[in-house]
């Protein structure tokens, strides 16, 4: 497998699955400004989409969309439980957090990092990121990973998209329950890896 990525982006949650899961894998950046990857190719003939993350498979065969990438790669390792199985009700809890990191925290941290975006959306942004932040605390505050004691493919997503406060001005300090998660998560020797990897430490 090779997986298409750019450092420090949502890419790395599916990289630090990746590293997780112990499958053998590959890794190659991508300028996401000229869509040219480090081996020379047009991204946009690989993933028409233009961003990452992309999972090339052994067989040919693309995925794109980090939940989904990550999903898939749990379910190639079973017995490494970064997934619930499939037919249990936490599978849909994790689905939930998944989604609700997705929607309600990757989307509004975005208009930080995009030059075009006004002072308004910024502030409408902030706005929800409070919220949101706030209820993903107290969620985390008596629980090891956000699905109780088992470290889960959400915990690689939350942990990439939390990263990104300290590089929009978004001072977590004031939910003493997200640094600590942070702390815990990236302690983790997969995580470790991944970053390196990345050259984010």
């Not at 088992?150 to 915990?155: A, H, K, P, R």
Request: hydrophobic share 45%; glycine share 8%; with cysteine.
């Amino acid at each position: 497998m090779k997986l298409f990525y750019k450092a420090g982006a949502c890419s790395l949650a599916s990289h630090i699955v990746l590293e997780e899961s112990g499958l053998p894998y590959e890794i190659e950046a991508v300028d996401l400004k000229t869509k040219i990857t480090a081996g020379g190719a047009d991204f946009t003939t690989i993933n028409a989409k233009g961003y990452v993350p992309a999972l090339l498979l052994d067989n040919g065969e693309l995925l794109t969309e980090g939940p989904a990438i990550m999903q898939y790669i749990a379910d190639q390792v079973p017995a490494k439980h970064l997934a619930p199985l499939a037919d249990a009700m936490a599978r849909y809890r994790l689905q939930g957090w998944l989604t609700f990191i997705g929607t309600e925290l990757h989307k509004n941290f975005s208009p930080f990092f995009n030059p075009a975006a006004s002072r308004d959306w910024k502030a409408a942004a902030m706005a929800n990121l409070e919220r949101r932040l706030a209820y993903t605390a107290q969620h985390i505050d008596d629980k090891q990973y956000l699905l109780g004691d088992e470290f889960s493919i959400g915990d690689a997503y939350l942990f990439t998209v939390l990263n990104w406060a300290k590089h929009v001005d978004i001072d977590l300090g004031k939910w003493p329950a997200l640094v600590a998660y942070l702390e815990r998560v990236g302690a983790r020797s997969g995580v470790q890896a991944a970053m390196k990897a990345e050259g984010l430490i």
